[in-house]
């Protein structure tokens, strides 16, 4: 027991190229257990390099970029400030408690000199293009192998006269997956596995490290590490897959009911308990009710608060990714939760720099609103199935639990405030080009509104 309380909490890196980057690790009840990327960002990943000695993080890492994870997972939806010593001193889930897939694992790039001092047996080159190692005329081939239909199967690439390979599984997203399935003329990505279940276990892999924006025309845009230089420190078997579908969702958020509804409410904490449990108050709130213990529910917060409209234009039903019987239930609000990262509302400075937490949101998802002609098919009560049918749209009004944006600790001013749907990309659809909004907000000590707003990437 005394060697558990010992070893408590302690974080390491794995996978990666050396001791400042990898799949980030946490040790718990005597065993390393891997963290979940939902919620995972700057903040986390600078305390995890700090931890282990770095100044600070070059960045965090997704979908299990240094490959899958091979642990339980021990944390997930982590919420922390950036100044604890530890990830234990964070907020989260709870130990254990995950509904991520061995694809999701979260991980760090720490500033290092090892970062920028190229050391071949570490370091890989700077990222390029495909099309940038091809020659002139050179002829750029990608294809589908191993599926069960035409429609799925690992990805093999092949340039000039050299000979087919596939291409290494870490990090490999739905951005990734929905160049492929374009280019293909196949539609959309449905599905972006990480897998040896299409083959090519024993075909060359010859391409790592491959990231897409997700609008490109083909894979030769994206970018990827060096050719013929693989980093897949992933598992064997570790190989990019798609599985295409010729319809898809496509989230919009409508802007112009933000600029409507936008308005400031101050709130007593005791009123807000239940949205705490639910980290949508800003980490402040935390310390007061640590601190004082007795009176921190009579403290009053700031709220800026609206309504979030979110119709589905796409041609398929927009469906959570967590199947049924793994939707949490939340006590205080009486509802399943279905996806846990659906939303995330942002203030941010003129550099960019997040100044009011945005709220991450844990949504229920139903069709609220149809056009004529349409019936509704999702709701939440009674355990029902819950999604966004094509041409409904799911609302969340401002007098909602958690729909705001606690700005208590902001100073007036002239900010970016942006509105994130879908912002982890792990639900797929047919553009995430249109998931944001991004407006101009002007905020005194008495009120607050926006305008500017256009739609944006999240």
């Known amino acids: 027991m005394k060697k558990y309380r010992k070893q408590e909490g302690i974080i390491r890196v794995v996978n990666g190229r050396g001791p ?42 997704h979908d299990s970029f240094f490959g899958t994870a091979r642990r339980k997972f021990w944390m997930d939806n982590l919420y922390c400030d950036g100044n604890e010593k530890t990830l234990a001193d964070c907020r989260f889930d709870g130990w254990g408690k995950s509904d ?9 790039v720490c500033d290092s000199p090892e970062v920028y001092v190229k050391k071949p047996e570490t370091i890989k080159p700077p990222k390029i293009k495909i099309k940038d190692k091809a020659k002139e005329n050179d002829k750029i081939e990608i294809r589908l192998r191993g599926g069960r239909i035409p429609q799925e199967g690992r990805v093999e690439i092949k340039i000039g006269d050299s000979d087919w390979g596939v291409i290494c599984g870490d990090g490999w997203s739905l951005l990734e997956a929905n160049v492929i399935c374009k280019e293909l003329n196949l539609g959309y990505a449905n599905d972006a596995v990480q897998t040896d279940f299409f083959g090519g276990g024993n075909t060359s892999m ?67 308990q239940c949205a705490m449990e639910e980290n949508c108050v800003a980490s402040q709130a935390y310390q007061i009710q640590k601190e004082d213990t007795h009176g921190w529910h009579l403290e009053t917060r700031r709220l800026l608060r609206f309504t979030a409209r979110i119709p589905n234009v796409g ?22 939760h279905s996806m846990e990262v659906f939303a995330t509302f942002d203030v941010m400075d003129k550099n960019g720099t997040k100044v ?47 729909q705001w944006i606690d700005i208590t600790d902001l100073d007036p001013g002239i900010y970016h405030f942006k509105v994130s749907i879908n912002p982890e990309f792990k639900v797929a659809e047919i553009s995430f080009e249109n998931n ?9 000590e008495s009120y607050a509104y926006v305008n500017n707003c256009s739609l944006a990437r999240p």
């Open 315 to 336: 041609t398929a039903d927009f469906r959570p990714f967590i199947p049924k019987h793994l939707w949490e239930w939340h006590s205080c609000h009486m509802h399943y």
């Open 100 to 108: 991520c897939t061995e694809n999701e694992a979260a991980g760090v």
């Open 356 to 402: 009011a937490e945005g709220h991450k949101a844990s949504f229920c998802l139903e069709d609220n609103q149809c056009i004529p002609g349409v019936q509704p098919t999702y709701a939440c009560a009674n355990y029902g199935d819950q999604g966004i049918s094509v041409n409904c749209s799911d609302i969340y009004r401002y007098n909602i639990d958690c």
């Open 206 to 272: 010859i391409l790592s490290g491959v990231q897409c924006r997700g609008n490109e025309t083909g894979l030769s845009h994206c970018f990827h590490d060096e050719w013929g230089q693989v980093e897949c420190p992933g598992k064997k078997g570790h190989i990019a897959g798609v599985v295409c579908v010729p319809m898809m969702a496509d989230l919009v958020i409508d802007y112009e009911e933000i600029m409507r509804t936008i308005h400031l409410e101050d709130r007593q904490l005791y009123f807000l």
């Open 436 to 444: 944001a909004a991004l407006c101009t907000l002007y905020y005194t």
């Open 20 to 61: 400042f980057e990898g799949n980030v690790e946490v040790h718990h009840l005597g065993k390393w257990g891997s963290i979940c990327d939902d919620e995972w960002d700057m903040s986390e990943a600078n305390i995890v390099c700090r931890y282990l000695g770095y100044e600070k993080a070059v960045k965090p890492t």
